[in-house]
């Protein structure tokens, strides 16, 4: 899977998308042609094919309600996409970066996230939750809500839209976002109530996570509706192509707070990178997402460029069960081998910001961990000792996602430097995550980025740190520090004093930095390029993908 959100793991419920010197002028070469490439010439728009199964093609005429042109202005909104559709569309368990931004336009929760800001609003409801004690709360449907078939939101498409992600058969990715969750019920047409089983403090953004999708279609055909889905959002989805494209239109019968701006969209797939800037250095489309860092400098004379500070990041993790792993002396010791700062400065042309904490330094809640790894390889060497570790080999496995295999190189150059011999293990996501969960690895450096489903801490931890990626995975879980690490998101999660919650994330973000089963080596920003004179009102996000909400076509 081409995508910043790694592949979700196969045992329900899922926990979830160039030595040195030589390799630079390779580097150097290959980023010159790509340039020179990218900029000169208008090269057709291709996909690639994705090694992970999504939707072969759909297909729909225009059914929309309503007269065209009724909601916002007429024009296409063509844009350039860089991931192949590797999941198909149902929000409960789509987990590729480009299902994940489509579903951003298609679908609606009751309470949503501003992409850009990250802010919640009120979507499908009429204002944010309701709370009637400590473990009940109430939310009120909009009026005159419709699905893309017409048929109106009810309370009970509310309620079955939550109950099939609780239930253990559907194997669903939203389910570790809401353990706190009892049931819902509908109290009228236009009224859910949602019963917890402990207080949950953040409850009324939380639920953000859960789209509501029509009852009658999903039950009628749930694998149709995977791969052409049907929402109650401002866009319809109208065909989606996994290697071409996705072509949405507006839903004019559309009534909520952020209504189509354009007719129509196309997504172009172009996860070639030459192919996605030409497209839009030549006017075929108005923005791209991941802008090549290579490319960048040059793209800004042709369109505006912004780099936007994600939580995005690249994780080292290890097989904590396998020797000598299973000592973080060891995990710590090629931490502080690495050189964060000229990856950065190298690979990523400035485009990212080394791991200070768990969070990146724009997070409201960013804490500079007691454990920060700056690059000293005489420490390094010192704990290697003290582990009792010498002549340590190691096989690095990475994807091969584009800006992490020109990183991949100086891991291992700085590895090298400290006597730790280095091999890279570089393929495709999906592959190597079979290994990953088959535990036949050492080291993985990889990229993520839950970002994309909420930004609070809890969420943001427990996607890598509670159930399957522990267990699974690094292969942490049963350990004190795991069972420690559970005790204080639990204790954070059920605190309504804002002081006491944040003192105990910060411990959990302080036991992960010191631990290192798995930890960000530095957060990534994120290269959008569009053209102001062709869109208005769009703005880069800090997360994987694109939004068109509140963006019209000029």
């Not at 909601?71 to 192949?84: C, F, P």
């Not at 047409?189 to 953004?205: G, M």
């Not at 994120?526 to 869109?535: D, S, V």
Request: aromatic residues 8%.
């Amino acid at each position: 899977m081409s995508s910043d959100l790694p592949p979700p793991p196969p045992s329900p419920p899922p926990r979830g998308a160039p030595v040195l010197d030589r390799l630079h002028d390779e580097v150097g070469r290959r980023n010159f042609l790509r340039l020179v490439g990218a900029v000169s010439a208008a090269a057709a728009i291709a996909g690639t094919v994705s090694a992970c199964g999504g939707p072969s093609s759909t297909t729909g005429t225009d059914g929309a309600a309503g007269t065209p042109g009724t909601v916002g202005a007429d024009g296409t909104i063509e844009a350039g996409i860089s991931y192949s559709l590797s999941s198909g569309f149902d929000p409960m368990t789509a987990s590729g970066a480009t299902p994940v931004a489509a579903n951003l336009h298609v679908f609606e929760s009751l309470v949503d996230l501003d992409p850009v800001t990250r802010a919640a609003y009120p979507a499908l409801a009429t204002a944010l939750p309701e709370k009637i004690d400590d473990t009940t709360y109430r939310a009120t449907l909009r009026q005159g809500a419709t699905f893309h078939d017409n048929s109106p939101v009810t309370a009970e498409d509310v309620v079955f839209s939550f109950t099939r992600i609780l239930d253990p058969a559907n194997s669903s990715l939203m389910v570790q976002f809401l353990p706190f969750l009892a049931g819902v019920t509908a109290v009228d047409a236009s009224t859910v109530e949602f019963r917890l089983k402990y207080a949950f403090p953040l409850f009324p953004t939380r639920i953000s996570v859960a789209r509501i999708v029509p009852k009658k279609i999903v039950e009628a055909d749930p694998k149709g509706f995977d791969a052409k889905p049907v929402g109650s959002g401002p866009y319809r989805l109208i065909e989606a192509t996994r290697q071409d494209k996705i072509v949405f239109k507006r839903w004019d019968a559309y009534n909520g707070p952020r209504p189509a701006k354009a007719a129509a969209m196309n997504w172009r797939l172009t996860s070639d990178s030459t192919a996605r800037v030409s497209a839009l250095v030549s006017g075929r489309v108005a923005a791209i997402e991941d802008v090549p860092y290579v490319d960048v400098s040059g793209v800004k004379g042709k369109a505006t460029v912004d780099s936007v500070q994600s939580f995005g990041n690249l994780f080292l993790m290890f097989n904590c069960s396998a020797k000598p792993f299973d000592d973080k002396r060891v995990r710590q010791a090629l931490h502080y081998a690495l050189d964060t700062d000229k990856i950065i400065a190298t690979a990523m042309f400035g485009n990212g910001t080394a791991a200070s904490g768990y969070l990146q330094p724009t997070h409201p809640d960013h804490h500079k961990a007691s454990t920060v790894y700056s690059h000293d390889p005489e420490k390094a060497k010192a704990l290697l000792a003290a582990a009792g570790v010498s002549g340590l080999s190691v096989t690095l496995t990475t994807t091969n996602t584009g800006w992490v295999t020109d990183i991949a190189p100086l891991i291992k150059e700085s590895w090298d430097a400290v006597g730790v011999r280095t091999t890279l293990d570089v393929g495709d996501s999906s592959g190597q995550y079979k290994k990953v969960d088959a535990g036949e690895f050492q080291v993985m450096a990889a990229p993520g980025d839950p970002s994309v489903f909420g930004n609070d801490v809890d969420l943001l931890m427990r996607w890598f740190y509670v159930g399957t990626w522990p267990t699974k995975r690094f292969r942490w879980a049963g350990s004190a520090q795991d069972t420690q690490l559970n005790g204080l998101l639990d204790q954070a999660s059920r605190s309504s004093d804002k002081d006491t919650q944040s003192k105990l994330w910060q411990q959990a973000m302080d036991l992960v930095a010191d631990e290192v089963p798995l930890y960000p080596v530095l957060h990534r920003k994120l290269p959008t390029a569009w053209n102001p004179k062709t869109l208005a009102g769009f703005k880069p996000l800090p997360t994987t993908g694109l939004s068109f909400l509140d963006v019209s076509a000029v």
